[in-house]
């Protein structure tokens, strides 16, 4: 008979990485909006980083929605 604590360990070291892997996503996202956003900031010479913050948000959003996605999916 298999012992069913190696299982538990199993599905928790799975679980594990399978959510800080969307973690590492959310902050993927979220930062390379945030940096498109600095660089056209950058390059109109903005004296009020107005893209940085537009685009940060935008990437927190989408980063969410594909997170809620990925968690219904299960």
């Not at 298999?2 to 990485?17: H, I, V, Y």
């Not at 902050?27 to 900031?41: N, P, Q, R």
């Not at 009020?48 to 913050?53: D, E, G, N, Q």
């Amino acid at each position: 008979m298999e012992d069913p604590d190696k299982f538990d360990k199993e599905d928790k070291g799975r679980n594990f990485a399978e959510y800080s892997g969307i973690a590492f996503q959310m902050l993927a996202t979220i930062g390379v909006f945030a940096f498109i956003g600095y660089k056209i900031d950058e390059h109109r010479h903005s004296a009020k980083p107005l893209f940085t913050a537009l685009l940060s948000l935008a990437g927190v959003i989408i980063s969410l929605y594909q997170v809620v996605k990925a968690l219904n999916k299960k």
